[in-house]
């Protein structure tokens, strides 16, 4: 007992600032377990190291910042729907693309206008970009023609939208070197979407120079939504492959009990984006707490959003009809197909290039690259793992495919026409750069692939295919 009021008392007699420092250290180290302990959890929970660049990156694929095809799943990896015969069921990916796109009169489909942006632009958005369908740009989409500015236009699928906004810098910094455009302020605009393929590329340029858009340069990067999208998903419900992407579940009628699912659908989507912009702040972003939590609460909403979505699909296909499956396309052969998928994706890029000459504007066709295509890349441990997957239906129209797009290529450049190949740009890459099954690449992809660009548009003189390519070529 005397001892215990001995301590008792040399505790009273510590000095406050003692005192102090050592609740601070009582807090920091309790912070520092619970840090630990919930990055092992974390750990478990994602089946593999955790880290705070992967967080980030899969907050950045909810809120919409690098791509919207495929979405995580409830395991943090990307989820790509898997192939099956129209059995008159609606996929997961149609749900997920009509609550966040809505119909365009013109371009198939654009991004659903949120007011609030579209009233007084989020951070880094521009609020003109929004009402017009590409709320993700941070300037505005009609600028007059200065002396002192070069815009460029970026164009295609989800692919493109990864270089146009998450190589923006790249690309504004790069094109600001080349001689012929110093002393100009770049300004760089990505009119591309998920699912966009040709001829929606086409249509974008001839919608927005009618509506007085000017454009100093365009940027075409596509080429695997040709000649995949339409095999994998038109093709399979009877749709036109030359119709936008889900056009049959775009266009299909509405009961007022599916409006009210889609609605569920739609809240919990919003939930998540809100919970992921929270959570992607400082200092939020830096706990593995905080991210354990993120990871709970958003799982719980996909649970919620599987749920709604799985009410949807059991109401079965959306009415069928011309307005929703176009013309009659009759599949003779596998190769019959590709041939006519890589015959439009030419003519659209002819035709961009006619109405880009005849406006002043520089023109370049860029193939993109993706895995499936065979030797194009040293596939890394866990590329293999998490990039390629056979039962997406995707290595098929690949390989079928890709060889005949890079000889049209090669007969566009002998044309005049700046084509530039980049199939092979990770030939020599042993990092990890695709991030999904599907075609997406990470911030080194975005890098190398905007270097790569930057390139051929320095190496051309604004008229004709590059210099180099067009040697070659000869």
Known sequence: MGRVSTMIRMADQTPVHRRLLMVIMMVALTGLIIEVLSFVMLSLVERGMASWS??????????????????????????????????????????????????????????????????????????????????????????????????????????????????????EEGLATIPRFQGRDVVVIALGLGGYKQPQQLMVLNYFLALGMHVDLLINIDGFNEVVLPVTENLRFGVSPFYPRAWNFRVGGLDPDEL???????????????????????????????????????????????????????????????????????????????????????????????????????????????????????????????????????????????????????????????FVDLVDVFSRVDESVYIDNCCHVNELGIELVAERIVESIAAGDGSGSPREERSAAE
């Open 54 to 171: 992967r967080q980030q990156s899969e907050r950045a694929t909810i809120i919409g910042e690098d791509y919207q095809q495929p979405e995580a799943d409830s395991d943090g990896e990307a989820r790509q729907a898997k192939p099956r015969v129209a059995d008159g069921t609606v996929e997961r990916w149609m749900l997920r693309l009509t609550q966040s796109e809505v119909i365009h009169p013109y371009l198939g489909f654009v991004e659903q206008r949120r007011e609030e942006e579209a009233a007084k632009g989020r951070a880094g958005r521009n609020a003109e970009a929004g009402r017009f369908g590409f709320p993700r740009n941070t300037y505005g989409l009609f600028h007059e023609p200065q002396p002192g500015r070069l815009v460029v236009v970026v164009v295609g699928g989800s692919f493109s939208r990864q270089i146009g906004f998450g190589g923006r810098r790249l690309l």
């Open 260 to 418: 009210r699912i889609r609605g569920r659908v739609a809240n919990y989507r919003d939930l998540r984006v809100r919970r992921a912009e929270f959570f992607a702040r400082a200092p939020w972003r830096y706990s593995m707490t905080c991210s354990l939590i993120w990871q709970l609460l958003d799982r719980r909403a996909v649970g919620l959003t599987d749920r709604a979505e799985s009410e949807l699909r059991q109401r079965g296909e959306v009415d069928a009809g011309f307005q929703a499956m176009g013309p009659e396309f009759e599949v003779d052969s596998d190769d019959k197909t590709a041939k006519e998928l890589v015959g439009i994706w030419r003519r659209c890029s002819l035709l961009l290039n006619d109405i880009a000459r005849s406006n002043g504007i520089e023109y370049y066709h860029v193939l993109q690259p993706n895995q499936y295509v065979e030797a194009s890349k040293p596939l890394s441990a866990e590329e293999r793992q998490t990039a390629v997957d056979p039962e997406t239906g995707i290595p098929g129209p690949v390989a079928l495919s890709y060889p005949l797009l890079r000889e049209a290529g090669r007969e566009l450049r002998r044309s005049g026409l700046n």
